[in-house]
């Protein structure tokens, strides 16, 4: 089993900095990709921001050059560096994790974390 657990969440003024960090633990052999979700309240959670195994990335448009994922690999984990931060930036933000568990078989599994929240106020 995989567990994954966010930190960093909490209450920022508009403008202001906040970076999560996504820690994975147990019966990992590889971390394929690590994502960073949100959900605001009445809303659909959606993809923020993606990093592959070799450190690809991809943002949503709503935070491409104010957000940046890394990860580290040694640690397992990864994060969300949130930079400019804007009232519409208030959610739950939640790590998913795609996780190969058995070198010696080829399936990967979905992971996701309890969540931390992000509060802007406006």
């Given amino acids: 089993q995989v567990q ?4 960093g969440g909490g209450l920022v003024q508009p403008g202001g900095s906040l970076r999560l960090s996504c820690a994975a ?3 990992i052999f590889i ?15 959606e993809l923020v921001a993606i990093i ?3 450190g690809s990335t991809n ?3 709503a935070v491409k050059g104010r957000f940046t994922i890394s990860r580290d690999n040694a640690k397992n984990t990864a994060y969300l560096q949130m930079n400019s931060l804007k009232p519409e930036d208030t959610a739950v933000y939640y790590c998913n994790g795609i996780v190969r568990s058995d070198p010696t078989r080829n399936m990967s599994y979905n992971y996701w974390g309890q ?3 992000v509060t802007i106020p406006s």
């Fill in 4 to 7: 994954l657990v966010e930190s």
């Fill in 59 to 61: 943002y949503a448009d």
């Fill in 31 to 45: 971390i394929y990709s690590i994502a960073w979700y949100r959900q605001a309240p009445g809303k659909q959670r």
């Fill in 25 to 27: 633990s147990g019966n």
């Fill in 115 to 117: 969540g931390t929240q």
């Fill in 52 to 54: 592959d195994s070799v």
